[in-house]
Nanobody, 119 residues
Framework: QVQLVESGGGLVQPGGSLRLSCVVS????????MGWYRQAPGKQRELVAR?????????TYEDSVKDRFTISIDNAKNTVYLQMNSLKPEDTAVYYC???????????WGQGTQVTVSS
């Protein structure tokens, strides 16, 4: 059973940085997409960023985080990262890691990690 373990959330002041990590418990899949989603209180879960294992690692970002957040994969460590810079109070949410295997129904979520941006 594939499991995801997230870490790196916390409290940070506006303008600060955090790096989220998500370790995948398997490396047997060669084609997959990993992403970070977030859910703020009273709001729907939304995509923040995702990256594909195919080719050159196509990335997609939600408009409000472009130029501030960077998603990356370390295949040797089965880990996806989300580097978050210039954080804003509106970035406050629970951040969830997602692992989706291409051409299958495998779609796994992490347990979530809280990110709070406040002075």
């Amino acid at each position: 059973q594939v499991q995801l373990v997230e870490s790196g959330g916390g409290l940070v002041q506006p303008g600060g940085s955090l790096r989220l990590s998500c370790v995948v418990s398997t490396s047997i899949f060669s084609r997959y997409t990993m992403g970070w989603y977030r859910q703020a209180p009273g709001k729907q879960r939304e995509l923040v960023a995702r990256i594909s294992s195919d080719g050159d690692g196509t990335t997609t970002y939600e408009d409000s985080v472009k130029d501030r957040f960077t998603i990356s994969i370390d295949n040797a460590k089965n880990t996806v990262y989300l580097q978050m810079n210039s954080l804003k109070p509106e970035d406050t949410a629970v951040y969830y890691c997602n692992f989706r295997v291409t051409f299958t129904t495998i779609n796994i979520w992490g347990q979530g990690t809280q990110v709070t941006v406040s002075s």
